[in-house]
């Protein structure tokens, strides 16, 4: 798919592995069953208690008061779609929320207009799911490459620890790495490239006569192997502050 037509949509790829096709054919023996006649008269009904909730839903406007808080990976285009996918998927949750929140409103010419606002729990959630839809698994990387984001992970965590700065501004070379990590250069090139190549690194290009430096973009998640999303904010600390930005 190329790129233009892939970040309009969400792509959900398939378990194609033999565990999960004997998995298959296990339920749909079981589904034979009394058993499984039985679950299968009760999944009927969960879907239409589901569809009938739906119905109940009121188009109301959503609110993010956090939204110029929360951060999205920036390093290229696509992203610019991406993000919105992010910020809706919040709305959708704070809208199926809607019976447990305060309907406000505002007017603007003349016409008022109802809402319900965006709660931390909404983002909590929007990330998690964010990262089981549009996120990577660690698996993705050969092992010794895996290593290597490893230990480059604990190196930028503790320096940033001890010099308080961000992740985002801090910076680092190869030959820095090859002196921390002890690897040799071509290693520290090959995976470094790697990284790059799937966004886990970014490269921000020296000047005339400079060399490159660069980004780390992995936060340190995945590593349960569980899928997940660079860039995303931590929503504890949004929890920290004293109010939603603005």
């Not at 208690?49 to 008061?65: G, T």
């Not at 309907?103 to 990330?127: F, M, P």
């Not at 820095?176 to 090139?189: A, H, N, P, T």
Request: charged share 30%; hydrophobic share 35%.
């Amino acid at each position: 798919i190329q790129d233009e037509l892939q970040n309009r949509v969400m792509i959900l790829t398939m378990n194609e592995s033999r565990e999960q096709t004997k998995a298959i054919h296990r339920l749909q023996r079981w589904l034979r069953t009394l058993d499984g006649q039985q679950a299968r008269q009760e999944w009927e009904h969960i879907r239409r208690v589901h569809k009938n909730a739906q119905r109940l839903l009121r188009p109301l406007e959503v609110i993010n008061p956090y939204a110029c808080s929360l951060t999205f990976i920036d390093d290229k285009t696509r992203t610019r779609r991406d993000q919105l996918k992010y910020l809706t998927l919040i709305d959708a949750i704070a809208l199926l929320h809607q019976y447990q929140r305060p309907v406000k409103s505002y007017t603007s010419r003349g016409r008022e207009h109802q809402y319900i606002e965006v709660e931390l729990d909404d983002i909590e959630i929007a990330n998690r799911r964010a990262s089981e839809i549009l996120g990577r698994s660690l698996d993705e990387l050969p092992p010794h490459t895996r290593t290597f984001l490893c230990l480059l992970d604990d190196i930028v965590s503790e320096d940033c620890t001890k010099q308080n700065k961000s992740r985002a501004d801090y910076r680092f070379t190869r030959r820095f790495l090859c002196d921390r990590i002890g690897w040799s250069y071509d290693q520290v090139r090959v995976h470094i490239m790697r990284l790059v190549d799937l966004e886990y690194v970014l490269v921000h290009k020296g000047g005339r006569g400079q060399q490159c430096v660069y980004e780390l973009l992995y936060d340190g998640k995945g590593k349960d192997g569980k899928p997940f999303m660079i860039g995303l904010i931590d929503v504890e600390s949004l929890r920290k502050d004293t109010g939603p930005s603005i």
